[in-house]
């Protein structure tokens, strides 16, 4: 048994990245537009803009229209009375003129020298006929006005007799009669005109809009079929242009988790294999050892290799929740030189026989900085306890305000990092080379959580040379939040 043997744990480093990978095609699937086949076109899309478009352009402008006449009506009321008392009166004198019994025949003759429809009724027949209020002017001596029948009464002295002129329509005079169908054609011209034109400008705004959401359509249907690098092109209409950043965004955020889920899961399966194997490696020697003190020996192995996958297990699942959802930082202000000081402290029995030093004199007095109290200690530990592991048997640790920066420094006399690896250190599960591997007890993780918690600050960590002659983390963010 040795360190090569296949894993029997290596399912999840092919299934679960497979599983993710089914999920995430699933949800892109559920997602997209049912506008498959053909059941959805560009010419169904612009009739369907254009009815509704133009159906509301109509009704509103009959509305318009029925609004501005009805509040118009009082007036143009007073305008009518004005401009036909004067005709109504000539005919009146005129039927004074003769006898009561013959002012039907009178009326008739006058009809043939007006362009109004003249009639005599009895006042009785009106009360039905007309509104209470043209009622009363009727009865008041005033001209009554039926806007239904576009016809004007007036009653004739004190008779009971009422003078009709109207029906106002232009079916009496020939030549009214001639234009209004030039009236309805011009308005029938002028309103297709209309429908034309905005039938071409709505063609024009709906067809870039139809390309974006079709581009928009296919880059969900092969995000849905697993092709996690398609993208939106950019939208030609500022209509869908926020849509597309925002899909590009969510499939770049899905292809980095699904990245991570599959670099961890590949990387952990291959973490676990070495203290497995160790493991039964152990208990096949300790089902065949008789004596006590290689039992004794063989337990102490087994003990720290089940140390060894509890460390790979809690360090893997802290990075994979900050890879998930990234915390927001919650910022405190903090007495720095103090907080500095304590931290170190809190961590430096890990450092066993190794020389510890922090130097606060460079931060002004009474320095106060912005700060999360719970992710930034995570990272500072985790940036010492890498220095503890290769360093030899010094390490400095010092702070200083550079502009609106805040700078933690830690230094160690160890191995170092080469210039081409620096970047590299933060990477998950990154190692450099045999005299940092798994023998130090590290698997990667620990740099690569402090670049996330600097990230969360606004700052950035970086590595480079120790004057020490090791390596230098430098850790920077803002100071003021």
């Not at 939106?232 to 988790?257: H, K």
């Not at 503890?388 to 805040?406: N, P, W």
């Amino acid at each position: 048994m040795t360190g090569t043997e296949p894993d029997k744990t290596g399912e999840p480093e092919q299934n679960q990245p497979e599983r993710s990978q089914g999920l995430a095609r699933a949800f892109f699937r559920v997602s997209l537009p049912r506008w498959r086949g053909g059941r959805y076109s560009l010419s169904r899309l612009f009739f369907n803009f254009y009815l509704l478009a133009m159906g509301s352009f109509v009704a509103i402008a009959f509305t318009a229209d029925f609004v501005i006449s009805t509040a118009q009506r009082g007036i143009t009321d007073d305008y009518a009375r004005r401009f036909m008392r004067g005709t109504i009166t000539l005919i009146e004198d005129e039927l004074a003129r003769h006898p009561r019994h013959t002012w039907e025949t009178a009326v008739k003759e006058l009809d043939q020298k007006f362009s109004y429809n003249l009639s005599i009724v009895e006042r009785m027949t009106l009360d039905s006929a007309l509104k209470p209020e043209q009622v009363d002017k009727l009865d008041a001596g005033d001209i009554a006005i039926d806007h239904a029948g576009d016809v004007m009464y007036h009653r004739l002295g004190n008779s009971s007799k009422v003078l009709v002129v109207g029906p106002l329509a232009a079916s009496h005079n020939p030549e009214q009669t001639e234009r209004l169908p030039l009236e309805i054609r011009l308005r029938l011209l002028t309103w297709s005109l209309i429908g034309l034109i905005f039938g071409i400008v709505l063609w024009f705004w709906v067809r870039p809009v139809w390309r974006d959401l079709e581009s928009i359509r296919q880059t969900a249907r092969d995000l849905g079929d697993g092709d996690f690098a398609a993208r939106s092109p950019p939208a030609r209409s500022q209509l869908f242009s926020p849509l597309a950043d925002t899909m590009n965004s969510m499939a770049e955020r899905v292809q980095q988790l699904l990245a991570t889920h599959r670099e961890l899961s590949s990387s952990i399966s291959h973490e676990l294999r070495t203290p497995i194997a160790r493991m039964r490696f152990a208990l096949e020697m300790l089902a065949a050892a008789t004596e006590l003190a290689e039992r004794q020996r063989l337990g102490a192995m087994m003990e720290s290799d089940l140390d060894e996958l509890d460390r790979l297990i809690d360090t893997s699942l802290t990075y994979a929740r900050f890879e998930r959802e990234a915390p927001e930082a919650q910022f405190s202000s903090v007495p720095f030189a103090d907080w500095l000081i304590d931290q170190v402290e809190s961590v430096r029995l890990l450092g066993q026989a190794l020389t510890v030093d922090v130097d606060t004199s460079r931060l002004p007095p009474e320095l106060h900085i912005d700060l999360d109290r719970k992710l930034m200690p995570y990272a500072l530990s985790n940036i010492l306890r890498n220095a503890f592991k290769y360093t030899r048997e010094k390490i400095q640790v010092s702070a200083e305000l550079d502009g609106e920066r805040i700078q933690i420094v830690v230094d160690d006399d160890g191995i170092g990092i080469p210039a081409a690896e620096r970047e590299h250190v933060f990477t998950a599960f990154a190692r450099l080379d045999r005299s940092r591997d798994r023998s130090t007890g590290g698997y990667g993780l620990g740099l690569a959580i402090v670049r996330r918690v600097l990230e969360w600050h606004g700052g950035v960590a970086t590595a480079a040379a120790s004057p020490l002659g090791g390596a230098r983390f430098i850790l920077s963010w803002q100071a003021r939040q």
